[in-house]
Nanobody
Framework: QVQLVESGGGLVQPGGSLKLSCAAS????????VGWYRQAPGKQRELVAT????????TYGDAVKGRFTVSKDNAKNTATLQMSSLKPEDTAVYYC?????????????WGRGTQVTVSS
């Protein structure tokens, strides 16, 4: 089964930037769309952004629109989430996953995620 590994998280001050990466163990990013999710303590996991299989279409949650940018490199089987103008409410564990072609639901195994903490 394909494994997904997130990286790039850390502690950043409000207004700062971080770039998260998602690496897949197999050549699947050219086939499936990818979604970035986050889960804050005590809250449900929420969808942050998606990018289509070919990389030409993206969607963003209202909370991050205009501040986050999702991209992918299918040749390298990687996806990235560039985050800027970070706010304390962006603090969460961030995950990536592949999305079902029909339902757009995540279907891969969840990785460990990468912790993003926005604090002064």
């Amino acid at each position: 089964q394909v494994q997904l590994v997130e990286s790039g998280g850390g502690l950043v001050q409000p207004g700062g930037s971080l770039k998260l990466s998602c690496a897949a163990s197999g050549s699947i990013f050219g086939i499936y769309a990818v979604g970035w999710y986050r889960q804050a303590p005590g809250k449900q996991r929420e969808l942050v952004a998606t990018i289509s299989a070919g990389g030409s279409r993206t969607t963003y949650g209202d909370a991050v629109k205009g501040r986050f940018t999702v991209s992918k490199d299918n040749a390298k089987n990687t996806a990235t989430l560039q985050m800027s103008s970070l706010k304390p409410e962006d603090t969460a564990v961030y995950y990536c996953n592949t999305l079902d072609m029909v339902t757009s639901d995540p279907f891969g195994s969840w990785g460990r995620g990468t912790q993003v903490t926005v604090s002064s």
